[in-house]
């Protein structure tokens, strides 16, 4: 299982440096950015389309990965072979034949965070889950790996208010703030 998660882990990370060095996506590709006459950002349309091709290329890139580790030889100690807990990594190498097989999935979410006054970071990112199952001679083990990477961000910039205020709300004060608004 834990040579499966390894090789799982590598194929998500070489897919994904893969597709996006192929396909040079840009925030752009994946969102259109509306604004008023000023620049003001007033609303984000996302390229579902577009969105939905990159899913789709990088589940196939990581299982064209996964296909090309497949069948990899591996060296696992004699004692390991026991199934005791003390003999665990003891003994000879024995090298014997692991087969790799796996499901992808792969799904595009949004994550906005404060980044300054009326700044907003905006950062879209790929969320991998890859299940592997490893076949050795007499046994077999399931794993899922999950792995996660930005495809595109930006900062959005609003406004800049003529007078901020911040109010901590670690503390009672917040709540003495609140108490004054509702009266």
């Known amino acids: ?21 192929e396909e040079d996506i840009s925030y752009s590709d994946l969102i259109d950015l509306n604004t008023l006459s000023d620049g003001t950002v007033s609303s984000m349309t996302a390229n579902i ?8 290329d990088i589940s196939k890139a990581i299982q064209q990965k996964l296909l090309d580790y497949q069948e990899r030889e591996i060296a696992i100690p004699i004692g390991t072979l026991t199934g005791i807990d003390l003999l665990s990594g003891r003994g ?7 087969q790799l097989y796996g499901n992808v999935s792969a799904n595009l ?5 404060g980044a300054g006054i009326n700044q907003t970071r905006h950062q879209i ?3 991998v889950k890859v299940g592997v199952s490893a076949i050795l001679p007499g046994c077999s083990s399931y794993t899922e790996v999950q792995n996660r990477f930005t495809v595109s961000e930006t900062v959005l910039l609003g406004r800049v208010p003529d007078s901020f205020t911040n109010v901590d709300t670690s503390d009672d ?9 509702d009266d």
């Open 1 to 21: 299982a834990v040579q499966a998660s390894y090789i799982a882990n590598i194929a998500i990370d070489r897919a994904a440096e893969e597709v996006l060095a």
């Open 173 to 181: 004060v917040y709540d003495d703030i609140n108490n004054f608004i």
């Open 49 to 56: 389309r577009e969105m939905n091709r990159f899913k789709t």
């Open 125 to 127: 990112i790929c969320d």
């Open 109 to 113: 979410r949004s994550n906005f965070e």
């Open 92 to 98: 000879v190498n024995v090298r014997m034949k692991i």
